[in-house]
């Protein structure tokens, strides 16, 4: 067996094959995928969600995760955040030339874990492999399907005056985490990326409230991104608290460091619930006890003034407004 | 202008420093500040300690702060 | 985070604040001159906190926002040489020159690459004995000694492909130039925190004594500048105008002599470009006679093309202190940080992408 990734082993003949079957049907088989048809076949019934997401992350491993964990993780999320429970995913892989076969081993053992927690089946896949240079030594693509149960009825747009904001825990460990790792940058941070699938979660919420009017996660832009999206999809205005947020010690020490500011910085573990006032204090109960939830906490509120922005009161008691993030977030030098 | 933050020297080596802030690790010249030792804190500004942090300075501005708020 | 958390403390903040309620009695300016105050400042919604007698005006003090178009032309045209990498803090990235950007340049193709430190750039030299290094030289007398250590150790390891672009400036020059250009009255003026850890406070003394204004270094944090605002309040109210140094943690009245030392060997001073105000003599850095095979302004030929200036923009009024951002006819409208026409707006301590980011004048 060849220990890199070659051109041959994405062009459909032998080599893929023995790819195939060798390394990601042994480890993420199923009856469905097992059959290795052109397209996986079976029956749903129901509202239907359906997701896509790419991933491009560099480098591919971090602390705490992978790019296949955040492949699996990120796309069963999308899912979670509409309230639909995530059934099954579609999984491809554009490989650079050259990739170790062992980091390739090693990923798509972590997306057997991560899918194997979340309860979700690869059901279909592709391989295809590109020159050296033309492809960050990998890219994934996952698309995902899940059902949304009857009754649930989570958007952006519904977010009302006087519902509470609460937020799962800390703020900026996967962005940190992965940077921490990139070349130019160099620090050591005892941080893990908080990547993590979130659909049983939800799904406790669910089983908590009917009052839960939005889900997201604050992924790229970070939580005040998020919040933004929030506020204007539901045309309402979001106040949030600086002393509530909570951000692990070494986190807002890199951030200080880079010039960064912990409200912008990716999450993968991360969700944001908009919750009825009346509701506000089991929901938060019932998060505290998942193991992705033992540090929620409400973080603010959603009110009546300016609509469709963000705003936040300072440690100091002022109150200034929280944008979105504009471009990518660089360290700076002032 | 410019971000510079507090950071303690762990350990020197050479014009090298492994400084520490919040529990983030990370080496630092000390080519600005020839005179620093271990235990000190310096003001970590792009990868370089630009100066060493005065311990007793700080302590006199933070009974300051706090006299000033007494007194009106 | 030591050094850090106390200055961060809500309730001596709350008593601060009271007490310059208490002691400001008359309308006054006040001018926080380096970009990094005018960002803690809206960050931490300091102005909403002060009394209406005191207005504050950001200065000039971002070196991102102060670099001329025909300077970043430069190192623009230097991006899109062959066998060359760009190195440059995040800071610059972004910001449009007259043609172009140093990101659009790296979509282009041309290697482009930020770095946290300068150090970064000479062990990218150092990885890449074929390509020629550049480093885009910004900042005040904070960075400027990194950046003449890096050439230094660039010389001891006998790296011989390693440049910088110097577009290094001043302080005390350029607070000079904007009050002799006497187009704003101020009363006292918060002089930056970390410029002053290299430099020290007694090139700030003209201040007072030839300008009879307030003066006071400050540190970053709430309280730091809180101390500030009311160190200056007191001078002024009681007419003693002098150079105090409040962020007493991290500034000598004679600075970091070391690293003066540093920047003497490396750089001497020179006219330096700055946008909104032209050429000013003396308040720039080049490099001196002896490093000039590591000087990027002599070593390449290039043709940046005739610079031009955005119509419209008011940046250099801004940055004098003449002009607020809310002043400008495109701020917010023509201009935003996604689509951003001058520096101002997109330096992440500009003073248009700090009114604009932290909603100026949104009063809770």
Redesign the interface.
């Known amino acids: 067996m060849e220990d890199r990734i070659l051109l041959a082993h994405g062009s459909g003949g032998k080599l893929g094959h023995d790819l195939i079957e060798k390394n990601f049907v042994p480890a993420l088989g199923n009856p469905i995928l097992n059959k290795l048809d052109d397209s996986a076949v079976f029956e749903l019934c129901g509202r239907l969600s359906f997701t896509t997401d790419s991933y491009t992350v560099s480098p591919i491993f971090f602390p705490g995760g992978d790019i296949g964990k955040l492949a699996v993780c990120g796309t069963v999320n999308d899912l979670a955040m509409m309230g639909a429970t995530p059934l099954y995913l579609s999984l491809s892989f554009i490989i650079e030339e050259g990739l170790p076969v062992t980091e390739l081993e090693k990923i798509i053992n972590s997306i057997y874990q991560a899918a194997d927690e979340a309860g979700v089946k690869i059901v279909t896949g592709d391989t295809k492999v590109v020159n050296q240079g033309t492809a960050d030594k990998l890219f994934i693509n996952t698309s995902g399907i899940g059902i949304v149960p009857p009754k649930v009825n989570i958007s952006g747009a519904n977010a009302k005056p006087g519902d509470k904001v609460i937020l799962n825990g800390n703020l900026g460990d996967h962005g940190i985490a992965v940077l921490s790792k990139r070349q130019g940058f160099e620090f050591n941070v005892p941080i893990e990326s908080d990547c993590a699938p979130l659909n049983r979660l939800v799904s406790e919420i669910l089983s908590t409230s009917v009052n839960l009017h939005c889900l997201r996660d604050p992924t790229r832009g970070g939580l005040a991104t998020t919040l933004n999206e929030l506020a204007r999809q539901s045309n309402v205005g979001i106040k949030i608290d600086e002393a509530s947020l909570p951000v692990n010690e070494a986190v807002q020490a890199a951030c200080e460091l880079l010039g960064f500011d912990p409200l912008y910085v990716a999450n993968e573990g991360k969700l944001v619930a908009v919750v009825a006032p009346s509701d506000a204090d089991k929901v938060l109960d019932r998060m505290r006890q998942n193991r992705y939830g033992t540090k929620a906490s409400i973080i603010g509120e959603v009110v009546k003034e300016h609509p469709g922005k963000v705003t936040m009161k300072t440690l100091l008691g002022s109150s200034r407004i929280v944008d979105m993030l504009v471009g990518e977030l660089l360290p700076r030098i002032c | 202008m410019c971000l510079a933050i507090p950071a303690l020297v762990k350990s020197i080596d050479g014009q090298q420093a492994e400084v520490e802030i919040g529990g983030v690790t990370r080496q630092a010249s000390i080519q600005l500040t020839p005179e620093v030792k271990v235990g000190d804190y310096v003001l970590l500004h792009t990868g370089y300690a630009i100066n060493i942090i005065d311990p007793v300075e700080a302590e006199e501005t933070l009974k300051l702060l706090r006299e000033l708020s007494e007194v009106y | 985070?030591?050094?850090?958390d106390?200055?961060?403390?809500?309730e001596?903040?709350?008593?601060?604040?009271?007490?310059i309620h208490?002691?400001s009695t008359k309308p006054i300016k006040l001018m926080e001159f380096?970009?990094?105050?005018t960002?803690a400042i809206?960050?931490?919604?300091?102005r909403?906190?002060l009394p209406k007698t005191i207005e504050m005006l950001s200065g000039p003090?971002?070196?991102?926002c102060v670099t001329a178009n025909s300077d970043l032309d430069k190192a623009i045209a230097l991006a899109h040489l062959p066998n060359v990498i760009i190195t440059t803090?995040?800071?610059m990235?972004?910001v449009p020159g007259s043609y172009s950007s140093l990101q659009l340049a790296k979509a282009e193709g041309s290697d482009v690459?930020?770095?946290?430190?300068?150090?970064?750039a000479v062990s990218i030299a150092r990885d890449n004995p074929d390509k020629s290094v550049i480093f885009i030289g910004?900042?005040?007398e904070?960075?400027a000694?990194?950046i003449a250590?890096s050439i230094?150790?660039a010389e001891q390891e006998g790296i011989d492909n390693y440049y910088v672009l110097s577009l290094h400036k001043l302080c005390p020059p350029i607070m000079k130039t904007i009050l002799d250009m006497g187009e704003v009255r101020l009363d006292g003026i918060i002089c930056?925190g970390?410029?002053s850890?290299?430099i020290g406070s007694h090139p700030y003394q003209f201040i007072p004594d030839d300008y009879v204004i307030a003066c006071v270094v400050s540190g970053f944090e709430?309280?730091d500048i809180l101390?500030s605002v009311?160190r200056l309040v007191n001078q002024i109210e009681t007419e003693q105008p002098e150079v105090e140094i409040?962020y007493?943690?991290?500034?000598?009245p004679e600075g970091?002599q070391?690293?003066l030392k540093?920047m003497d060997t490396v750089f001497e001073v020179s006219t330096a470009n700055w946008r909104g105000i032209g050429p000013v003599p003396s308040s720039g850095l080049r490099l001196n006679q002896e490093y000039q095979q590591f000087d990027a302004e002599n070593s390449f030929d290039i043709d940046p093309g005739l610079s031009r200036e955005p119509e419209g923009c008011i940046c250099g009024s801004i940055l004098r202190g003449v002009s607020t951002p809310l002043d400008c006819k495109l701020f917010g409208k023509a201009c935003t940080?996604?689509r951003p026409v001058g520096p101002c707006m997109v330096?992440?301590?500009g003073s248009c992408a700090t009114y604009?980011?932290?909603?100026a004048d949104?009063?809770?």
Do not use: W
């Open positions: 985070m030591k050094f850090i106390e200055y961060r403390n809500q001596l903040g709350k008593k601060l604040v009271d007490r208490h002691h380096c970009g990094g105050h960002v809206f960050k931490q919604g300091i909403q906190l003090g971002c070196p991102v803090f995040g800071d990235l972004r690459r930020v770095v946290y430190s300068v150090q970064d910004i900042g005040f904070t960075t000694p990194t250590a230094q150790q930056p970390h410029v850890a290299i709430p309280l101390l009311d409040a007493r943690r991290g500034v000598k970091n070391p690293a540093l940080p996604v330096s992440s301590e604009y980011h932290y909603g949104y009063g809770g």
